[in-house]
């Protein structure tokens, strides 16, 4: 099983940043696709944007597009996701995961929280 853990969460204000980072175990990650979902509670979890294994193809949810970028580091085996322009709906636990069809391939970390409030 592949291990992550996520960090980089926090409490900011709407129109801020935050970069997520997601450091995932193993010596094989250069060959994973990864992605980043999220999940508000009551709600199901949603994938917010994936990227192939060499980083060189990315997908975003609507809700994200154009303000959230996602990318991979396989020196550090370490997957990020920058989001600019926070809005209060984009508060959520956030996780990494490598993406199998319309599941994911491996259990979940613990997620970093992410609290956009004015």
């Known amino acids: 099983q592949v291990q992550f853990v996520e960090s980089g969460g926090g409490l900011v204000q709407p129109g801020g940043s935050l970069r997520l980072a997601c450091a995932v175990s193993?010596?094989?990650?250069?060959?994973?696709?990864m992605g980043w979902y999220r999940q508000v509670p009551g709600k199901q979890r949603e994938l917010v944007a994936t990227?192939?294994?060499?980083?060189?193809?990315?997908n975003y949810a609507d809700s994200v597009k154009g303000r959230f970028t996602i990318s991979k580091n396989n020196a550090k085996n370490t997957v990020y996701l920058q989001m600019n322009s926070l809005k209060v709906e984009d508060t959520a636990v956030y996780y990494c995961?490598?993406?199998?069809?319309?599941?994911?391939?491996?259990?979940w970390g613990q997620g970093t929280q992410v609290t956009v409030a004015g």
């Open positions: 990227i192939t294994s060499g980083g060189g193809s990315t």
């Open positions: 193993g010596s094989l990650f250069r060959f994973y696709h």
């Open positions: 995961n490598r993406p199998n069809g319309d599941g994911t391939r491996d259990s």
